[in-house]
């Protein structure tokens, strides 16, 4: 460690007076905050001397791998982040595209996996809120939100704990807010016993030409606070959700913070009012590293300086320290710099909505961020020092060889495909999450077209005749056994997914959850989902345009699966031609589009049906082609977009079989399915092919349908037709439609219910 | 139809009530502010869902002491219609303008789904438009919609045809697997004596168009606005 007490005559060195006494800085100080040697000499270097507290608390959170993307940084920018609809890409609160009729669409993923194990409710609400806060920044009015959610094995003894708190916090802060929760996943698996990840994605609509950013301007311009007071909660997050968890996380407990959903609202509803004024030059939410992070990041966006006199922020608690109102997490709170004279105008507004409002600094010309409290100066540093000088690692890495093609030798055919099918829908990884979805508000705001249970959710933008789609998605089994197939299948996924409701996809926004960073085979697993997250985008136009990283979700040195979570949006050009699950009528027939190759390489049939280990014998997930991909999604979005199909359905987990049954649930109908010459039965019926739809279309069409998809270089065959209140397959026993039902809804309520 | 939409902090259905009585009555209602002490001229003063106050002390507990109450009241008093939906009911048994309480859901969740409900009487201004005898659909979203009232305010109630909404199945069964929330009676919605103020727990203004799955929220404001022209 290096020697702290040599430099103390060095000529910055800030005051530290009788009012606010910081200690000299010790080697384990320096640990605790979570700063290698090679940091801490660093910001020896910068200042050339040493830190005060506050000083080292700074560079401590600044520093974090959850503010400085150090260790992914030379990855994320591998990314295509451009595209002629793109307003706004990565770096800034959130991303942004065009969305027709002078609007743009403003959206972001981000995760709140640590707080979220420790303090399951209060950790998944403020996700939520944090999400929420970061697109409102923007001058956006959030409109719809979406969850990725993985957890434990169920039988884990901390999962339905989880489950329930979680649920119940993105619900309680979502609903409370006034958003329709409107999609999500929900995946369990052992590998997250000990890190759940809780990821929030929320959407929202600002006009195209009135967007907000962060970037500070106008020395002596006044540097704002407003919204909750500040307290002691969250200190320290943004460090803690750097780090791996051990046997005694619980006691980070503290670290959590308390989410207040109505001063939220309240908050939003003030913004976009003082928004409408045009008296803001920046705005930044006060998200983790709070106070701290909001004044650096906008005055180093511009290029200025920052002073702020501490004396004057709001508080809830007595005697905060400098240190302590610097690095708080407390929630619901921004910082914003506003143009000359235009105080009065937002005391107005945020005095009406019964908030805080204090000037607390200025914006300066001297590149510095200068924090005075209690008339003694506490901080001075050079802002370049915190941006720039930040640690940029290039990790070392391994990405995995893909794993060997599964030997069908040891996916045996099922005794009874039917029956398997009847427990696959009735799985934890299949059935019905509407125990989850009913727990959250999702047709407030009155333009929620399709509610969640779809392929994705489905949104009419307010006032006009357009409506986004959404979704997010990812498939952690395949990134494991290949990590680059499997982050271009995530991405082809959530295209896949938006184009099954007819929705042209936009962008996405990433949430890159993985573990320890300094293990080469953890950033190996992170480099290649970059790697095959790049080739999708770009093979499908379809770029980047936010995102955050999550890493260190490890306990005791066990990692989580790999874990890219994509979320899509789509733009659908008329709000009436959009497709849905719950259309098709006795006598429609069905297509599939796409190939067949009966791929039970990573599939729940191997994992879940025939118990196999997907690590060492689960060969390789399914191969998705790109450019079939697009033809296919083309193809049918364009047959959507006539106006006359029944119902589209995308095919993923668990294969065709679940799909087809997937339809008859929704529509509350039967049907008859053939399977395809060449493949064994349980392949065509389990296999996870990507790429592929099953349409529901009046008979009428179909013979027109199938010409279109051979003219197009698409693979469609008549696959079946709708009636009847079974599901037959070929060679199958048919299975009634309730039954299925039964299966499907079963399980969520009767695990939630259990008491052990 | 002039219509009144009060706002409070915490409000959240504010703007869909807003959006729905103007695509429906085709006049803009007049939005008013929790601190005003006298409202305009209006038929009908809706108290919209939401969170007000965060739901802190008790759901509705705080808005229902807002400066703007006291006029809500006297309009209710002077026989004005008063419509308080989800949240606006909590508001409506916190004044005692009607009687009862909404506590938590029996379940202890919140629940948003679409529910059947039976419409007691379609002789109200209310629920004329309605047609009798068959359930309608509308949704819920709320975490403390279980009506409470003792046993002898319900039979008031029902005595005096005070019930507007209960549960049902699809099929209009006013059963224990219909009621989503432990409601007393399956109570979703309940009239003052004068048949004039009308608190519920689903929101009509959710289901107006087909588009947004279906339109069974219209009728209540088309039978209102018949009512008074």
Redesign the interface.
Known sequence: MTKTSSSATAPAQPQTGAAAPEPPITAAMVKEHGLTEDEYARVLRALNRPPTLTELGIYSVMWSEHCSYKSSRVWLKRLPTAGPHVICGPGENAGIVDIGNGLAAVFKMESHNHPSFIEPYQGAATGVGGIMRDVFTMGARPVANLNALRFGAPEHDKTRHLVDGVVAGIGGYGNCFGVPTVGGEVEFDPAYNGNILVNAMCVGIAPADKIFYAAASGVGNPVVYVGSKTGRDGIHGATMASAEFDDDSHEKRPTVQVGDPFTEKLLLEACLELMAEDAIVAIQDMGAAGLTSSSVEMAGKGGVGIELTLDAVPCREDAMTAYEMLLSESQERMLMVLKPGKEEVARRIFEKWQLDIAVIGTITDTGRMVVRHHGVTVADLPLDSLNDDAPLYERPYEIPSPAAPLDIAKAPAPANAAQTLVAMIASPAVCSRRWIWEQYDHTIMGDTLQRPGGDAGVVRVHGTNTALAVTVDVTPRYCKADPQAGGKQAVAETWRNLSATGARPLAVTDCMNFGNPERPDIMGQFAGCILGMKEACEALDYPVVSGNVSLYNETNGQGILPTPAIGGVGLIEDARLYARMDGMKAGDDLILVGDEHGHLGQSLYLRDVLGVDLETEGGAPPPVDLAAERRNGDFVRGLIATGRLSAVHDVSDGGLYVAVAELCLASRIGAHMSLPEGLPAHAALFGEDQSRYVIALPTALTRQALRAAAKAGVSARHLGHVGGVDLIAEGCDPISVEMLRTAHEGWFPRYMDATH | MKAAVVIF??S??D??TL??LERITGRAPVPVWHTETDLPPADLVVLPG??T????LRAGAMAARAPVMAAVQQRAHDGAFVLGICNGFQMLTETGLLPGALMRNAGL?????DVYLSVARTDTPFARAYPAGRPIRL?I?H?DGNYFADDATLERLEGEGRIAFRYVSKDGAADADANPNGSRGNIAGIYSDNLRVLGMMP?P????EP???GSDGRPLFEGLMEALS
Not at chain 2, 53 to 56: H, K, M, R
Not at chain 2, 109 to 113: E, N, T
């Open positions: 902090p915490g959240n259905c703007r869909d959006v729905a939401g969170f106050y965060g739901d802190y969740k919140f629940i948003c789904k949704p979203a975490h929101h203004e959710r289901l107006i588009a947004l799955g």
